[in-house]
């Protein structure tokens, strides 16, 4: 007889329910603590996929199984900077309520792939922007393994600073990686050391310069629109002119960076395809506007849709120039192997296969993916709070910065930059918001509480973030080293 059977029959059931109840708790506990699983489960399947088809592509004995190796470590990379880097792009305007996290997933999937398989660059400096001299690494196994381990511990960084929420730069994460292998391989010579001046350098340039930009649109879009009378008017007026430098601004920049595959343009002529874009961008939203805010009403929620259709595509030209831009620095190392191992040499320049480039393109994918929406969500909400009008400025200074910082030969990240610019916005709000608002009667100070409490940016994620960018670096240079000497002690 079951244990309940004596029981009348309406209390059967609620005992019934009390268990189905606990049952489905304990479902969606399981659910809850497999779910990382299943990411990790699909990233290694990935992985392997990738593996057999570089075995398949490249035949066999023990080159094959170098590149196999590298085509690997290739993969993990990639998914590594779709879980990070990619947030930069799409973490404002998820943070505004322009875009669905769903919908920034597929825009960024798409817009990176396509940016990294139609314009990414075809040829790439292997040791990273010259970094470290070829003809210090004399022997080409040397060079392998020290290309393995810049690709190993660059992915091992950007995974850890996945982990701990803090975006950084994926470019910096392998110059610091092609260092440290380079240093362990053939002493602190090997080095460039101007250039990584220039790149210590772009830890202040880039996010100082990034945030006052974006605090400048911020000023002048509070000043000419925000603050006005007749806000409608005022937003029919500058929006157009907003969304024109912001199609300048990104074509002249998909020219000068993205498009190196197709055809070699200069800052000159990239700034004359900025502005030719911008004035037929101005000239086709401008009726776009005027017909959109017919019939709104005079107030800040008004602007805010004004604003969201521009900083949706701002944000998926960003995810392209990222993908043009920054993919075939991320795969330069395996194409620095695959070189060196069909050539059995090595050269300060190599062609990047084409299979190379899409595993650097799904990969990007995938790592956005499965990973993506925990640093999106803290880009785009946890710095501080976003609307679209902030968002847009921050996009907007990203692509501007970008173009100043070439035309003055600056070595500037994508990834300083935009979460610069947040920081940028954020501070500037505080600023802005003290300025307006009335002092305290009889000039007492404020309680400590009180001013915790006005703050608009996170100080516990300003330190967490800059801390990671001051050590990639070197961390990864760190891990490279010892990566490469325990190779170097297994195999050579």
Request: glycine share 10%; aromatic share 8%.
């Amino acid at each position: 007889m079951p244990e309940d059977s004596h029981l009348p029959p309406g209390r059967q059931w609620k005992t019934l329910d009390k268990d189905l109840g606990r049952i489905s708790q304990l479902e969606l506990a399981a659910q809850y603590v497999s779910r990382p699983m299943v990411g990790l489960g699909v990233a290694l399947a990935f992985m392997v996929i990738v593996g057999l088809t570089a075995a398949m592509l490249t035949g066999s004995g023990a080159t094959s199984v170098v590149i196999v190796a590298a085509a690997v470590l290739g993969a993990y990379m990639a998914i590594n900077i779709g879980a990070n880097d990619v947030a930069n792009n799409m973490g404002p305007a998820v943070g505004a309520n322009a875009l669905t996290m769903g919908g920034a997933i597929v825009i960024a999937a798409l817009c990176e792939s396509a940016g990294a398989l139609l314009a990414g660059g075809d040829v790439v400096s292997t040791i990273s922007k010259g970094i470290i001299a070829p003809e210090s690494v004399a022997d080409p196994h040397i060079f392998i393994w020290a290309m393995m381990a810049a690709l190993t511990s660059s992915a091992l960084w950007v995974n850890l600073a996945t982990w701990i929420g803090a975006p950084v730069s994926t470019t910096h994460s392998v110059v610091g990686g092609v260092m440290g292998a380079g240093i362990a391989a053939a002493g602190f010579g090997a080095v460039n050391w101007s250039g990584m001046g220039a790149i210590a350098l772009s830890w202040v340039v880039s996010p100082v310069l990034g945030g006052v930009v974006a605090a400048g649109f911020l000023a002048f879009i509070k000043a000419y629109i925000i603050y006005q009378d007749d806000k409608i008017a005022a937003a029919r007026r500058w929006v157009p002119v907003l969304v024109g430098i912001m199609a300048g601004s990104f074509a002249a920049y998909l020219a000068l960076k993205g498009l190196k595959k197709v055809v070699h343009i200069d800052m000159g002529s990239a700034i004359l395809i900025g502005v030719v874009t911008g004035a037929f961008s101005y000239a086709a939203s401008a009726p776009y506007v005027r017909r959109r805010s017919e019939g709104m009403e005079n107030r800040n929620k008004s602007l805010k849709a004004l604003f969201a259709l521009p900083l949706v595509i701002s944000a998926a030209l960003l995810s392209f120039a990222h993908g043009a831009n920054d993919v075939a620095n991320a795969v330069g190392p395996l194409a620095a192997i695959v070189h060196a191992v069909d050539a059995g040499s090595f050269a300060g320049k190599v062609s990047i296969p084409t299979w190379v480039m899409i595993i650097g393109a799904f990969g990007i994918s995938f790592g956005l993916v499965l990973f993506g929406p925990k640093l999106i969500r803290m880009v785009g909400s946890q710095i501080t709070k976003l609307n679209p009008m902030r968002a847009f400025c921050v996009a907007l200074s990203a692509a501007i910065t970008v173009i100043v910082a070439s035309a003055l030969g600056l070595p500037v990240s994508s990834t300083h930059i935009a979460v610069g610019a947040i920081f940028g916005v954020g501070f500037f709000r505080e600023w802005y918001s003290e300025r307006r608002r009335p002092k305290p009667v009889g000039g007492r100070k404020l309680a400590v509480e009180e001013r915790r409490r006005r703050k608009l940016v996170r100080r516990s994620h300003f330190l967490t973030i800059v801390a990671a960018w001051v050590i990639t670096v070197p961390a990864a240079a760190l891990m490279s080293a010892l990566v490469f000497l325990l190779l170097n002690a297994i195999f050579v």
